[in-house]
């Protein structure tokens, strides 16, 4: 038997495998929701988690979504004791970003499991140069599950429309508000919470702020040529924490706007940068200065291959191609070795 412990949350992208887990044909282990408040919720994990020492049996396998803070290594320590294996997939690593844990901590909590998936070739090699030892499988991309359809609108336009979606306060991405100089041949669509429209400058400029939408809108009537996958405070590289963290994750940001079949700019050396142009579904760029250089240059036969192929990562993504692959390559992994 293949179970999973469903833990509610806002997260997108856990809800997505969860959701997956159960198409899959995954048990879930959650079978009582105490609420959602601080109590509640670690009722609910306590409880779930415990329950694996009734329901799992040898040679069953528990799936987990890391992290999971404190129940992790409960989790883990009584599937091995009832003789299950465990296969868990990495959200964010603490010992990287937060600094919470120091890489040895971490390996420590992660030993705890069988086999990994991981975001991509870079977070595997940083996970094995710190003692990981188990099987390990490279997710590239997370699943993006909607039942909206992207909008169908005619590209590229003239100027090319770049879209940016998130946070948009200064603290997380000041660079949004330093681009009018470098803006030359683009334009660009904000949607998000947290900007600063006191600066009447930014607002004559051509960035146009549209507020927060809801993502199931915004896949199905945002029209764009570029999703931009930035953060930090300069747009000569990404900086900062969240700027760093783009070296070693995948940000969902990049499976919401290919899921929206919209092609993506990324950062150089951001790790999802050499699957980006493995797949041609979007540019990989040094500096967001050079963009003016980029869409001068890009033919409209490049650009539509980059957004037919686009489109058909969306629907992969909406099928849970990329979480499919991963507990394929586990289930083939744990036959083999465990």
């Known amino acids: 038997m293949r179970?999973?412990?469903?833990?509610?949350?806002?997260?997108?992208?856990?809800?997505?495998?969860?959701?997956?887990?159960?198409?899959?044909?995954?048990?879930?282990?959650?079978?009582?929701?105490?609420?959602?408040?601080g109590v509640g919720r670690f009722l609910t994990k306590l409880v779930s988690v415990a329950s694996i020492a009734l329901r799992l049996h040898r040679d069953d396998v528990l799936f987990l979504q890391y992290p999971m803070k404190k129940f992790y290594k409960m989790a883990c320590t009584l599937a091995k004791l009832k003789g299950a294996s465990v296969v868990t997939v990495i959200h964010d690593l603490g010992a990287f970003r937060r600094h919470k844990l120091t890489p040895e901590?971490?390996?420590?909590?992660?030993?705890?499991?069988?086999f990994l998936i991981v975001h991509n070739p870079t977070m595997r090699d940083y996970l094995v140069e710190h003692g990981f030892k188990g099987g390990i499988h490279c997710l590239q991309i997370f699943d993006y599950l909607s039942d909206s359809q992207p909008a169908d609108y005619a590209t590229p336009h003239k100027p090319w429309r770049v879209v940016y979606a998130g946070n948009l306060a200064r603290w997380r991405n000041d660079f949004l508000y330093q681009l009018e100089p470098v803006m030359k041949e683009w334009q660009m669509d904000l949607y998000g919470k947290g900007y600063d429209t006191s600066d009447t400058r930014q607002q004559a400029s051509p960035l146009t702020y549209h507020g927060y939408i809801a993502s199931d809108d915004f896949i199905a009537k945002a029209e764009a040529d570029f999703g931009l996958v930035w953060d930090g405070d300069s747009f000569d590289e990404c900086t900062g924490?969240?700027?760093?963290?783009?070296?070693?994750?995948?940000?969902?940001k990049t499976s919401f706007y290919l899921r929206a079949g919209i092609p993506v700019i990324v950062w150089s050396q951001a790790a999802m940068a050499p699957f980006i142009a493995e797949q041609k579904v979007g540019i990989v760029v040094d500096s967001i200065n050079q963009l003016n250089e980029q869409f001068a240059t890009l033919s409209a036969a490049d650009y539509e291959e980059m957004r037919r192929n686009a489109r058909a990562m969306g629907q992969r993504l909406n099928q849970g191609y990329y979480i499919k692959e991963g507990l394929k390559a586990a289930r083939q992994y744990l036959s083999a070795h465990v």
């Open 3 to 37: 179970y999973y412990i469903e833990i509610a949350t806002n997260n997108k992208a856990k809800q997505d495998i969860d959701e997956i887990c159960r198409r899959e044909g995954f048990t879930n282990l959650t079978r009582h929701n105490f609420g959602e408040g």
């Open 105 to 114: 901590q971490e390996d420590r909590r992660l030993s705890k499991t069988d």
């Open 241 to 252: 924490d969240w700027g760093e963290y783009l070296r070693i994750n995948d940000p969902h």
